[in-house]
């Protein structure tokens, strides 16, 4: 006999495995453990997978995931409508407002400029941040990711942003707090003697 | 502001991060993913969940996991209903099939008997057992793990068993195939001395 089947199961186990970082292994293992939550529980967690789904679309000011019209971020009247800090992804926004160092706007691309990945401009949510520039945005901070596809999508908006008579900056580079000197790599290291500070 | 919230983002993370071995940034990335699938695709996988947990129960002879009344090996005609291999879990006759070596039938107890855990023969579908123990059944075979819980349940069968006059047997232990020596623990090496072979 060539293996047990229970068809239900593995198609669960099939569904958990299509996840990204979820092996077979991994997916069996959440598998039994749905199959060991109550029937309510179970309910539960597939309501909350078709729920988010409806419920998250983007906000049609910044892109970023929302379940109203407007972000919280777009609907607050506390935040400085004067400086609009660019992102790659909807995580970003949430690691730069845990950090709570900033209270500007956010605009998110949903990804990079990427020729290798078949991802131009027109792939990305250019259109809707060049919409925004009106004379109310005085700085545009580029946060895309420290790679070489963050950098290009940076450089590219630079370069169609500055032309609009706005000012455009870049996150700092340095070595990460808490980091060890003797593990940054060379770059990291290079870019932090660059912009060494005065103390 | 302390963070952006979006409700139904935020339960559906908190759901990913209740499965085991899912931490918070896990549970974060399968979140946007489930975001990124197709309405379809999110429904598919919403219904595996609740429909794996409505259709699948355990077997009423052998108590492993089944969408039919009996499971396919308990069903079967082809298997010998002499032997009977006593697993801890569903996912143990999983592998044990998957090796392809026994054709007999199998006794899921769903755990094994673990005091520090609370966990006693009432506990496990020990009853379940016993009840299958009539004139047919020849051997026994423990395939319980090789940990104290699983010795010291295998123990307590083993002796309520054997006054009934049937044979019990427990898998071997030794090297694991394909391992090296050099990495193999003190005991294991002791029990493959223990049970060598001639050639």
Redesign the interface.
């Known amino acids: 006999?060539?293996?047990?089947?229970?068809?239900?199961?593995e198609?669960?186990v099939?569904?958990f495995e299509s996840?990204?970082?979820?092996g077979h292994k991994?997916a069996?293992?959440?598998?039994?453990?749905?199959?060991d939550?109550s029937?309510e529980d179970?309910?539960?967690?597939?309501?909350?997978?078709?729920?988010?789904?409806?419920?998250?679309h983007t906000c049609k000011v910044c892109c970023?995931?929302?379940?109203g019209e407007l972000?919280?971020?777009c609907r607050?009247d506390?935040?400085d409508k004067g400086t609009i800090c660019v992102v790659e992804?909807?995580?970003d926004?949430?690691a730069l407002?845990?950090a709570?160092e900033y209270?500007g706007l956010y605009h998110v691309l949903h990804g990079a400029i990427s020729p290798l990945s078949g991802v131009g401009p027109d792939q990305l949510r250019i259109k809707e941040l060049l919409a925004r520039m009106d004379a109310s945005v005085e700085e545009v901070i580029m946060a895309t990711n420290p790679t070489v596809e963050g950098e290009a999508t940076a450089m590219y908006l630079s370069r169609l942003l500055k032309p609009l008579g706005v000012r455009v900056t870049r996150l700092a580079y340095g070595i990460p707090v808490g980091g060890d000197l003797e593990y940054a790599d060379e770059v990291t290291l290079q870019r932090a003697m660059e912009g060494r500070q005065e103390l």
């Open positions: 006999m060539a293996g047990y089947h229970v068809p239900p199961l198609e669960l099939e569904k996840l990204p970082g979820i991994s069996q293992r959440l598998a039994y453990h749905v199959l939550m029937q179970a309910e539960s967690f597939a309501q909350a997978i078709v729920g988010a789904h409806e419920k998250i970023n995931l929302t379940d972000c919280p971020v607050s506390t935040r992804e909807p995580k926004v949430f407002e845990r709570g209270n």
